[in-house]
């Protein structure tokens, strides 16, 4: 009976997943809080993803890494005020705006360290936490975009409080157990390459809708 109750909840979130991918989006054009979305960069176009998988050296802490695969569900990330704060659901997030991404399926936080990164040797990027979406100042990221909240369509970059890098993806690609997946890093300029991120799939809870109906739209 236990393993059924810990089954049931991951099969309701899948279910949502696919209701989710087959709704066309309406209501509104930015990035709310409350919201679940991909990431995909900009130049690369993979999209910003993590797993239960560990890395073997470096912090030991789970994997970041960048999927070309438009399909999974491990891509999927929950957007949070930063850490000891809170957001309420539907409310735009603004250019400025220090926020946190919570891995939907870990519960784990995107996270930063003074860690070499696997394949380039640049900044480590993980996933931390304990598992019920709470971690440390280290998952505290500043939102970087050009107009006054975060639209859906616009590219933004994603700087890291503790340690000043940029959310990036290099050329680097692992090998087993995450075949084919691209490196992600910290990026100690903004000016390098590839520190550009857009929303892709989502889904994105509208102010209004949320307020009257607890009902959220989405993105494909």
Known sequence: MRENLVYFPVVVFTIFLLWASSVKAKGTQYVTCGSMLK????????????????????????????????????SYWLVKAGTKKQCNRGTP?????????????????????????????????????DGKGEGDN????????????????EAIVLKHIDTDTYLA???????NPINGQSEVVGEYSLNSPHVEWVTAEG??????DFKAQHHAHTEL
């Open 93 to 129: 997030i603004k250019c400025g705006d220090i926020i946190r991404l919570e891995h939907i399926t870990t519960k784990k936080n995107l996270h930063s360290h003074r860690v070499s990164s696997p394949l380039s040797g640049k900044q480590e990027i993980s996933a931390y936490g």
């Open 203 to 208: 889904v994105f809870i509208h102010p209004n």
């Open 39 to 74: 990431l995909m960069n900009v130049d690369y176009k993979v999209r910003l993803h993590s797993h239960d998988v560990m890395y073997l050296d470096g912090s030991g802490q789970q994997s970041v890494t960048g999927t070309p695969t438009k399909e999974d569900g491990n």
């Open 169 to 175: 993806v290099t050329e680097k690609v692992y090998g």
């Open 138 to 153: 280290g998952d505290n990221w500043l939102l970087i975009c050009s107009t006054d909240v975060w639209k859906r369509d």
